[in-house]
């Protein structure tokens, strides 16, 4: 499986209350809260996002609270990936629960920027920026990952094979 789109680039340490604020947590409706996503740190991120885009950052990226509100909102906002020089564990383990694909690739974090267009393969772990014409090989998703996110998460997932 692969995607691609256009890159919406941040730093070290975003957190999940500027991912999706606190204020918007009274509701779980991911569109509700894909309209919110990324407003503290990058105001104008809702008008630019198109359905397949792709998010970079660096650093423990999805720090912060546990809520999986923060990876639904980024999910339904239309990112179709994730990547990251690292994650935050809990972040890392809601999103593959909810079915965002996140890929840790030091290098590919360092080197893509802001509106480059990339490809991820998600059964080699291939991304490619095709702005800059470079590869960089991230951690491939092991088969039981790869259905949990066809699958749009590990609830769909378990209740598909009951």
Same mark, same amino acid.
């Given at each position: ?10 730093? #070290?340490?975003?957190? *999940? ?10 509701? /779980?409706?991911?569109?509700? =809260?894909?309209?919110?996503?990324? !407003? ?24 912060? /609270? /546990?809520? +999986? ?10 990112? /179709?990936?994730?990547?990251? +020089? *690292? ?19 030091? +290098?590919?974090? @360092?080197?893509? !920027? ?8 998600? #059964? *080699? ?5 095709? *702005? %800059? ?6 951690? $491939? ?5 790869? %259905?949990?996110?066809? $699958?749009?998460? =590990? ?5 598909? @094979?009951?």
């Amino acid at each position: 499986m692969k995607v691609s789109g256009t890159v919406h680039k941040y730093g #070290d340490n975003v957190d *999940t209350d500027v991912i999706i604020p606190a204020r918007y947590l009274n509701s /779980s409706d991911p569109k509700e =809260l894909a309209k919110n996503c990324m !407003e503290d740190i990058d105001k104008d991120f809702v008008n630019r996002v198109k359905p397949g885009d792709i998010m970079v950052a660096n650093k423990n990226f999805g720090c912060g /609270s /546990s809520r +999986e509100h923060a990876p639904i909102a980024i999910k339904a906002s239309g990112i /179709s990936c994730v990547i990251a +020089e *690292t994650f935050a564990r809990i972040f890392f383990r809601n999103s593959i629960n909810i079915g965002l694909p996140i890929i840790e690739c030091p +290098e590919a974090a @360092k080197a893509i !920027e802001m509106g480059d267009e990339v490809e991820v393969d998600f #059964d *080699t772990g291939v991304i490619t920026d095709k *702005t %800059k014409n470079l590869t960089f090989k991230g951690q $491939a998703f092991p088969p039981f990952m790869q %259905k949990i996110i066809k $699958a749009e998460g =590990l609830v769909n997932y378990i209740n598909d @094979k009951a």
